[in-house]
């Protein structure tokens, strides 16, 4: 083969090996693509990881939410607590009002904050048979059954048509 041939071909060959490689440099070798979905979905009370179910939905006078239970699941499925047409100068002891429980596969650490947030003084609600502000920290394990909490409403020194509200709110740790 004269020389000028084989020039040629190396040359064919040089750059043909270049372009081959720019090709393959710029696309790549193993694409993957996939589509994940992401969801969130609220629940009610009962059926979250933790869940606050009322003693009995139909606690307090009459039967249930319309008729001014106590403690009920309203209609969104969360716990209501309502302690209302209760007299002056008494003390309303609702033992249970409702339940902690643990719907997850693991320990966890509920802690429980209970303060006032508008009323008199002379109202005050005991949670567990602390009056508030308080905090309270318990453990729930899977095994372990529901946690009742108790309250007691008393209303000494007080006038018809007063009320007060009280914030309740329960935080969970795992891990």
């Known amino acids: 083969m004269p020389l000028e041939n084989m020039r040629a071909a190396i040359y064919a060959i040089v750059v043909g090996a270049l ?3 720019l090709v393959f440099s710029t696309t790549p070798f193993f694409t993957y693509q996939d589509t994940r979905l992401a969801s969130v979905t609220i629940t009610a009370d009962p059926a979250g990881p933790l869940s606050l179910v009322p003693n009995d939905h139909y606690l307090g006078y009459g039967s249930g939410p319309s008729a001014s239970a106590y403690v009920y699941l309203n209609a969104s499925g969360d716990l209501t607590i309502n302690l209302n047409k209760v007299q002056t100068n008494a ?3 609702i033992s249970p009002a409702f339940f902690v429980d643990d719907n997850l596969n693991q320990t966890v650490t509920v802690t429980m904050t209970v303060t006032e947030v508008s009323g008199p003084t ?3 609600l005991l949670v567990n048979g602390t009056a508030i502000p308080h905090t309270f920290t318990f453990t729930l394990s899977p095994s372990e059954g529901e946690v ?3 309250l007691t409403l008393e ?5 018809p048509g007063q009320s007060a509200v ?3 709110s329960f935080t969970e740790t795992y891990g």
């Open 148 to 150: 009742p909490v108790y």
């Open 19 to 21: 372009l081959l490689g």
């Open 122 to 124: 002379s109202i005050q």
């Open 166 to 168: 009280f914030h309740i």
């Open 155 to 159: 209303t000494y020194g007080t006038m």
């Open 91 to 93: 003390m309303m002891t």
